[in-house]
C-alpha cells in the first residue's frame, strides 16, 4: 500500500508553557477528504503549520507521502496551502500574485487556472490592495488548486466567501478528490465538513479527542426525542443511553445516545401521542463531544458493546 | 462565463497524484521557486533602491558641481586646517583627507550623511522583507512551496545584497563621470553598497532575534547609532583613529579612496556584510516561522486601567518606542558632552590657530558654548524624525484598519488624531529635555565645567521650533496625504537640515539656505536667541497641525 497522504506520530506542539498539539497521532488516506473539526484555537492552524514545517514540533514527527515534513524540498512539491486569513502583496496585482505562486509551486496547469479564475468569477487584473477579503480568499483558492496538487491544506478556506461561493469550493473539493486529490480540510464550520468529508477528527484544547466515519460518529451520537405522552412520563433514568431528561409542557424531551429501542419502548408503554426525532446534524455531534464528559461517552460505548468511544486516535486509513 | 467547463471535460488531461511529480509538459524546475522569490524581492525591494539611486546620484553630482564652483584652486591649506581642527565637521563628517581633488572632498563632505543614508535603508529592506513579510504571514504562502526557509532566505538576502552593491555603483558611475577618478570611484562605491549590505545583514539578524518587525528596526537602528558614536569618538582626535577599523562607519575613512587607498578596508567591507548574513541564516535554522529566537513576554499581563481612552491606549502602544529613543539621545548626547572639554583643551594649545578662525568668523563654533549649540541642532534633528514617526504611527494605525475599530464607536476624529499629534510634541519635549540634560551630565563629567545645565537645555530648547514644524508637517501630510505621511517629512527634514550644513561650507546663495528652518536658528546658547525666526517657525507648525487635523476630519479613512 502506499504511504498515507499524512501522518503524524506523537506531534506536540509547546509554544512557551502553552500547549497547543498534544501527542497527535494521525493518519489521512490518499484521496481522502479529511475534515480537521474544532473551535477557535484548538490547535487547528498549528497542526497545519507543522506539517507544512513552518514550525518546528517539540515532539513526535510527521510525514506527507511518507516524506518527512522537514524535507520541505521534496515534501512540498505536491502540496497547496490555503491559509484563514490570507495576506497577499498589496502592490501586486491578482495576476502578479498567482504568477509568483505558481513560480514558488514549479508548475501550473494554465487551463485549469483560467477556469477556476472564471469560475470564482475573479478580476486579476486589480491590485490586492482593491480586493475585499473574500477576493483575496478566491486567489489563494485559485492559487491551490491551480497547481493540481496531491495533497491540499486548507485551513478554513471558505471564511469570508458568500453562500454561492461557498457552494463552488465544495465542488472544487469533490472534484479534486474524485482525481485521487487528498484534502484536509480544518473547519469549525460544521456543515461544510459534514457535505465533504467522509472521515472527520475533533481537535479540542490541542488534544485530537476523536478520529471517526461521520456514519460511525452520527450512530454513535445524540438524538434528540421530543414525546408528547397523555400520561406521567415513564422512568428513563436508569438507561445508560439516555444523557438527558427534560420536562415539557405535554410530555418530555430526551437526549438518547445509541440505539434508541429501549426509549421508544418505554415511551410507547406510557400512552405515547406523538413522537419527534431530530437526527443529529454535525452540531450537535460537536456539542456532544464537549458537553459530555469522558465517562458518560465510555459508559455509552460499553453499553453498546463498542470500544474506545472516548479515546483518541482510532488512526487508520478508515 | 462563455467557457465554464468541467476539469473532466477539459483539454487538460485529468491528472492523478502519481503523474504529478514528473508533469510533463508544464513549466517546472527546481530553480523556479528560487527565482520566483528572487523575482518578487527585486519587486518589493527595488523602487526603493532605485529612488536611493538617483538620490545618491543627484547628491553627488552637486556635491561634484558645487565643489568646483566654491574652490575652483582645490581645498587651500588654510581651508584645510578650518575643516581637519573644527571638532565639530571632525566628528561628524569625520576626519578629512584628500581634499585636493573633487572626489576626495565629494567623499570627506558626502560620504557620512551617505553611509547613514544607505545604512538606515539597508537596514529597513532587510527587516521589512525577512520580519515584515513574516508579521503579514506572507511568507507561509512561499514556504508552502517547495523550498527550504533558509534558502529563500539566502535568496532574500543575495538580492538585498545585490541592490546594495548597484546604488553603490551608481555612486561609482556618477563620481567617475563628473569627478574624472575611476579608481576612487569605484572604492567608493564599494564602501558604499559594503555599508548598506552590513546593515542589511545586522536587519537581518535582528529580524532573527525579535518577533515583530517594529523591534528588529529598533536593533538595527541601535546599532548604527552605536557604531556612529564609535565613529564620532574615533574621529575626535588623530591619536583616535585606529577606532575606525571598529565601526563599519569607519571603513570609508581607512579605505581613503581618492588618497592612497588602504586596501586592507576592502577586506571589512566585503567579508562582514557575508558574514553576518551568513550567521542571520545560521539564526533562521533556528526558529519557527513567526517566531523570535529571543521570547518576548511570554505571559502578557492585561492592564486595562491604562487603555480608558484612546490617548491612553496611544501612549501605550508607544512608549517602549518612546523610551528606546530616550536611551538612545540620552546616550549619545552623553558621549558627545564628554567630549566637548577634550577638543577644546586640544584647540587651546594653538593661539595661533584660534586667531586665524577668528579672522574667519568662525571663533563662535570653537568656544564650548558654540560646540554646543552645533551639536544640539543636530540633536534636534534626531528628535524632529522621531515626531514624525510618532505620528507615523497613526497612519500604520489607520492603513491596518485598527484605527476603523475605535473611530467607529464615540470618538471623534479630531480627538483621536489630536491625541497622538499632542503625544508626538510631548514624547518630543521629552526627548530635547533629555537630550540637554545628557548633555550637560556628559560635558560634567568629562570636564567642562563652564557648561551649566541651562546653556545645554537654552541650546536645545532654542530648537524646540522646528521639532513642533515636524510634527506639524506629518500631521498635515497624514490629513492631505496619507501614504505618504512618514517618507515626506523624514526626507524633507533631513533635507532642510543638510542644505544647512552643506549650503554653507559650499557657499549656496543665502535665499536657497534661507529655504531650511534650521539656517534660521541661532548658535543658542553662543549668540542670542532668534525671538522672531523661534516664534514664526512655531506659527507655521501650529497651523500646519491645525490644517492637517481638518484635512483628516474631512477626508476618507483609507485603511490600504
Redesign the interface.
Known amino acids: 500500500m502506499a504511504d498515507p497522504a499524512i501522518r503524524t506520530v506523537g506531534l506536540t506542539k509547546r509554544?512557551?508553557?502553552v500547549l497547543a498539539l498534544d501527542h497527535l497521532d494521525l493518519e489521512v488516506a490518499?484521496?481522502e477528504i479529511f475534515g480537521f473539526l474544532g473551535p477557535n484555537g484548538a490547535g487547528k492552524s498549528t497542526t497545519i503549520?507543522l506539517l507544512?514545517?513552518?514550525?518546528?514540533p517539540t515532539g513526535g514527527a510527521a510525514w506527507i507521502d511518507g516524506i518527512p515534513v522537514g524535507d520541505?524540498?521534496?515534501?512540498?512539491?505536491?502540496?497547496?496551502?490555503v491559509?484563514g486569513?490570507v495576506?497577499?502583496?498589496?502592490?501586486?496585482t491578482g495576476h502578479e500574485v498567482l504568477h509568483?505562486?505558481?513560480?514558488?509551486?514549479?508548475?501550473?496547469?494554465v487551463?485549469?487556472r483560467d477556469?477556476l479564475v472564471?469560475?470564482v468569477?475573479l478580476d486579476l487584473s486589480r491590485r490586492v490592495?482593491?480586493y475585499s477579503k473574500g477576493n483575496r480568499q478566491k486567489v489563494?483558492l485559485v492559487?491551490a488548486f491551480m497547481t493540481?496538487?496531491?495533497l491540499l491544506?486548507l485551513d478554513e478556506p471558505t471564511v469570508g466567501l458568500d453562500p454561492l461561493m461557498q457552494a463552488e469550493f465544495q465542488s472544487l473539493v469533490r472534484?479534486a478528490s474524485a482525481?485521487?486529490?487528498?484534502v484536509f480540510l480544518s473547519s469549525h464550520l460544521l456543515d461544510e465538513v459534514e457535505d465533504l468529508c467522509t472521515r472527520v477528527g475533533i481537535l479540542r484544547s490541542g488534544v485530537l479527542v476523536e478520529v471517526t466515519t461521520l456514519e460511525r460518529l452520527r450512530s454513535m451520537t445524540t438524538t434528540i426525542f421530543e414525546a408528547t405522552l397523555s400520561g406521567p412520563p415513564p422512568p428513563l433514568d436508569d438507561l445508560p443511553e439516555v444523557l438527558g431528561i427534560e420536562p415539557m409542557t405535554d410530555g418530555v424531551r430526551i437526549t438518547v445516545s445509541g440505539p434508541p429501542g429501549e426509549v421508544v419502548r418505554r415511551l410507547a408503554e406510557a400512552r405515547l401521542l406523538r413522537l419527534e426525532s431530530h437526527p443529529p446534524t454535525l452540531e450537535q455531534i460537536f456539542l456532544t463531544y464537549y458537553e459530555t464528559t469522558e465517562a458518560q461517552r465510555d459508559a455509552v460505548a460499553a453499553a453498546h458493546g463498542a470500544t474506545g468511544a472516548g479515546g483518541r486516535g482510532h488512526g487508520g486509513a478508515g | 462565463m462563455s467557457r465554464v467547463s468541467r476539469p473532466e471535460q477539459s483539454a487538460v488531461p485529468v491528472t492523478v497524484p502519481g503523474e504529478l511529480s514528473t508533469g510533463a509538459g508544464r513549466d517546472r524546475s527546481p530553480a523556479a521557486p528560487g527565482r520566483a522569490i528572487a523575482a518578487l524581492t527585486l519587486r518589493l525591494a527595488g523602487r526603493g533602491a532605485v529612488l536611493l539611486a538617483v538620490a545618491v546620484a543627484v547628491w553627488l553630482g552637486v556635491e561634484v558641481a558645487s565643489y568646483r564652483t566654491a574652490y575652483p584652486d582645490g581645498v587651500s591649506p588654510v581651508q584645510f586646517t578650518l575643516f581637519a581642527d573644527n571638532p565639530a565637521v571632525r566628528m561628524m563628517q569625520g576626519v578629512p583627507t584628500d581634499l585636493g581633488t573633487a572626489g576626495g572632498f565629494t567623499v570627506w563632505d558626502a560620504g557620512w550623511m551617505l553611509m547613514l543614508l544607505l545604512g538606515i535603508w539597508g537596514a529597513l529592506t532587510a527587516t521589512r522583507l525577512l520580519r515584515g513579510e513574516e508579521d503579514a504571514e506572507r511568507v507561509d504562502l512561499l514556504l508552502s512551496g517547495p523550498i527550504r526557509a533558509e534558502r529563500a532566505m539566502r535568496i532574500v538576502l543575495a538580492g538585498i545584497g545585490g541592490l546594495c552593491l548597484a546604488v553603490g555603483l551608481t555612486a561609482t558611475s556618477t563620481l567617475a563621470v563628473t569627478s574624472g577618478d575611476a579608481r576612487g570611484a569605484v572604492l567608493f562605491g564599494i564602501a558604499l553598497g559594503g555599508v548598506a549590505a552590513t546593515f542589511a545583514s545586522v536587519g537581518a539578524i535582528a529580524s532573527q532575534l525579535v518577533d515583530v518587525r517594529r523591534r528588529a528596526v529598533g536593533l538595527s537602528l541601535a546599532a548604527l547609532g552605536l557604531a556612529w558614536v564609535v565613529r564620532m569618538v574615533a574621529s575626535s582626535a588623530d591619536a583616535r583613529t585606529w577606532m575606525q577599523w571598529l565601526t563599519p562607519l569607519g571603513w570609508l575613512q581607512q579605505l581613503r579612496p581618492y588618497g592612497e587607498p588602504v586596501y586592507a578596508a576592502l577586506a571589512p567591507l566585503v567579508i562582514v556584510p557575508v558574514l553576518l548574513a551568513t550567521l542571520a541564516v545560521l539564526l533562521r535554522r533556528r526558529r519557527d516561522l513567526g517566531a523570535g529566537i529571543v521570547a518576548m513576554e511570554t505571559q502578557p499581563r492585561s492592564r486595562p486601567g491604562r487603555l480608558s481612552s484612546p490617548l491612553a491606549f496611544a501612549w501605550r502602544s508607544n512608549r517602549g518606542v518612546l523610551l528606546a529613543w530616550t536611551l538612545g539621545l540620552a546616550a549619545y548626547s552623553a558621549v558627545f558632552g564628554a567630549l566637548i572639554a577634550t577638543m577644546i583643551d586640544w584647540l587651546d594649545k594653538d593661539d595661533q590657530y584660534r586667531s586665524l578662525l577668528d579672522s574667519f568668523g568662525f571663533g563662535a563654533m570653537l568656544s564650548p558654548l558654540g560646540f554646543l549649540a552645533v551639536f544640539a541642532s543636530f540633536g534636534v534633528l534626531a528628535v524632529a524624525l522621531q515626531v514624525v514617526w510618532r505620528v507615523g504611527a497613526a497612519r500604520a494605525e489607520e492603513e491596518s484598519g485598527r484605527a476603523e475599530v475605535l473611530l467607529a464607536r464615540p470618538v471623534s476624529r479630531l480627538r483621536w488624531l489630536g491625541g497622538h499629534g499632542v503625544l508626538a510634541l510631548l514624547g518630543g519635549v521629552a526627548l530635547v529635555v533629555v537630550t540637554g540634560t545628557a548633555t550637560w551630565a556628559g560635558a560634567v563629567v568629562g570636564g567642562s565645567s563652564e557648561i551649566t545645565w541651562a546653556d545645554s537645555m537654552k541650546a536645545v530648547l532654542n530648537g524646540l521650533p522646528v521639532v513642533v514644524l515636524a510634527a506639524g508637517l506629518a500631521v498635515a501630510t497624514f490629513g492631505v496625504i496619507p501614504r505618504a505621511t512618514v517618507a515626506l517629512s523624514a526626507v524633507l527634514i533631513p533635507a532642510s537640515y543638510l542644505l544647512t550644513v552643506l549650503g554653507a561650507a559650499l557657499r549656496w546663495p543665502s535665499w536657497v539656505l534661507d529655504l531650511s528652518p534650521f539656517t534660521h536658528l541661532a548658535l543658542v546658547p553662543a549668540q542670542p536667541w532668534a525671538a522672531a525666526s523661534g516664534l514664526v517657525i512655531t506659527a507655521v507648525g501650529l497651523a500646519l497641525l491645525v490644517l492637517g487635523l481638518v484635512a483628516f476630519d474631512r477626508r476618507d479613512v483609507v485603511n490600504t
Open positions: 509554544f512557551g508553557d490518499s484521496g503549520r507544512l514545517g513552518l514550525l518546528r520541505v524540498q521534496r515534501a512540498h512539491r505536491s502540496v497547496s496551502y491559509p486569513d495576506s497577499l502583496w498589496p502592490q501586486l509568483l505562486l505558481g513560480q514558488v509551486s514549479g508548475r501550473v496547469d487551463a485549469y477556469e472564471e469560475r468569477d490592495r482593491s489563494s492559487a493540481r496538487p496531491s491544506l472534484e482525481r485521487g486529490q487528498t
